[in-house]
């Protein structure tokens, strides 16, 4: 119980440091690319807050902490297809992320 409280105090205190840089004026608030985003719990919270439309959460192995973690917040999230989980490393991954991602 202690690490999963740790882990929404760190990804809360990271979203509300952020979220005003990262969708503040001037920035493209379409996709949040969440890299090494694990159990994409920062990726879900732009979305809850609607501070982006979709989500791209790179990490090195699928986590089944995601599913839990979209399962709890289903009712305030966008359809799950609204997130996309990419697996590898984020070296070989984000190049293409970031290309499809392109605006």
């Known amino acids: 119980l202690y690490r999963i409280l740790t882990e929404m105090n760190e990804s809360f205190a990271f979203f509300t440091k952020t979220e005003r840089v990262l969708t503040g004026p001037g ?15 920062i990726a879900m919270l ?6 982006v439309s979709r989500a791209v959460i790179l990490d090195k192995e ?3 902490s995601f599913d839990v973690m979209f399962n ?8 799950r297809e609204s997130i996309t989980v990419t697996t590898g490393d984020f070296r070989d991954t984000l190049p ?8």
């Open 27 to 41: 920035s493209a608030k379409e996709v949040l690319i969440d890299v090494c985003g694990g159990h994409g719990m």
């Open 46 to 51: 732009f979305l809850a807050y609607q501070k």
């Open 62 to 64: 699928y986590r089944p």
């Open 72 to 79: 709890a917040w289903e009712a305030h999230l966008p359809p």
């Open 96 to 103: 293409g992320v970031l290309a499809a991602h392109d605006p």
